[in-house]
């Protein structure tokens, strides 16, 4: 089987996002990634959507999440009759696309995609196991697909960045960050890294350093609160962050703390590179829902709560970064201007 994340961190290993097999999906808790290693096992579908939501993984996860949620549900309903099958996986995809609110649009084209492996399956008389193993084969096969087209973001991103510069990031870019150290490594090209810790779960801590530090490179954390000043006293080149959604009007929707970063590095004058793909479900910001998560997250650390009894928290899981702000959406057809995001589909891949 062609693996596309050979020689990447061990957090971008297909195994260490989620896995299914013979009845289960594992998946790496990225909460307590690299304090711990240590897997969720999903016994149904709906518990895999609930680690979903519950951020056991997040950025790129849910997406690989999702589609082996998709066999497990195959393999939970491999003994009912046909029509009752249909049902079951059909209410499936519903749950698992679901699972949070801003990101449903992507996460059905995941969950229809499985969907035709079910259909085009049952045509064939094949039974909820095979039809689960076929799932988890074409999921990998997409994986694959997913991790090729990043690489060719990064190799865009790569010639944004002067060599041996300095990248600020956001949040956790996952397979982009992989595939740009992958290309730097291919060209002796010793970048550095600053990464924000992201609040209330570090993801740039603990998942983004994690995988810079693991292939090599070198890297740095700060705490949310310090970019605009390191922007200046590091000698910043490029600030660059993924994004959940980026609408056709130019708006990016990424981890909060996104928008102020993009506020200090227009004062400092160096540009923004959002990595990822305009999204037609979104032709507007006015149609995404920004998700409102426990505000109790906020006024706790790793679990360990530090504010008196009755303070109250706010937590926004996203904000929203307006096409001025950002130098150009990277995509794996080139660099795009945030203001004419509706060519990106005029052009062939």
């Known amino acids: ?8 961190a061990f957090l971008l290993r297909y195994e260490n996002v989620a896995w299914y097999h013979d009845g289960a999906v594992k998946i790496l808790d990225r909460r307590i990634y690299p304090i711990k290693t240590e897997y969720v096992v999903c016994k149904k579908h709906v518990d895999v959507a609930q680690a979903i939501a519950d951020m056991v993984t997040q950025s790129g996860g849910p997406y690989l999440a999702a589609n082996m949620g998709m066999a497990l549900a195959s393999y939970e309903a491999k003994d009912l009759p046909e029509a009752a099958y ?35 399956h049952l045509k064939q008389g094949k039974t909820g196991v095979d039809i689960a193993n076929a799932i988890f084969e074409n999921a990998i096969e997409s994986k694959n697909k997913d991790y090729d087209t990043i690489e060719k973001i990064a190799a865009y991103l790569y010639g944004q960045i002067p060599y041996e510069g300095t990248v600020l990031t956001q949040c956790y870019a996952e397979t982009v960050i992989g595939m740009l150290l992958r290309i730097c490594r291919r060209n002796g090209n010793e970048i550095k890294f600053i990464c924000p810790e992201t609040r209330p779960y570090y993801q740039g801590a603990r998942l983004t350093a994690s995988v810079i530090h693991d292939m090599g490179f070198d890297v740095t954390v700060i705490t949310d609160n310090m970019p605009a000043y390191v922007i200046k006293e590091k000698k910043v080149d490029v600030f660059t962050s993924a994004a959940d959604v980026i609408s056709l009007d130019g708006h990016v929707v990424n981890k909060v703390g996104t928008f102020q970063i993009a506020l200090a590095a227009n004062y400092w004058g160096i540009p923004y590179f959002c990595t990822g793909f305009p999204n037609k479900a979104h032709p507007t910001i006015a149609s995404v829902v920004i998700e409102q998560r426990d505000p109790e997250l906020v006024l706790e650390s790793m679990g360990r709560k530090h504010t008196m009894p009755g303070v109250k928290g706010f937590y926004p899981a996203f904000d929203i ?9 990277v995509t794996p057809k080139g660099i795009y201007s945030p203001y004419d995001l509706t060519h990106y589909f005029d052009c062939e891949d």
């Open 1 to 8: 089987m062609k693996r596309s994340d050979t020689d990447l």
């Open 86 to 120: 249909l049902a079951f996986m059909e209410e499936a995809a519903y749950t698992l696309s679901h699972a949070r609110p801003t990101t449903v649009a992507k996460m059905i084209a995941v969950t229809e995609r499985a969907m035709q492996v079910v259909r085009t």
């Open 321 to 329: 970064t307006p096409p001025k702000l950002c130098d150009g959406i």
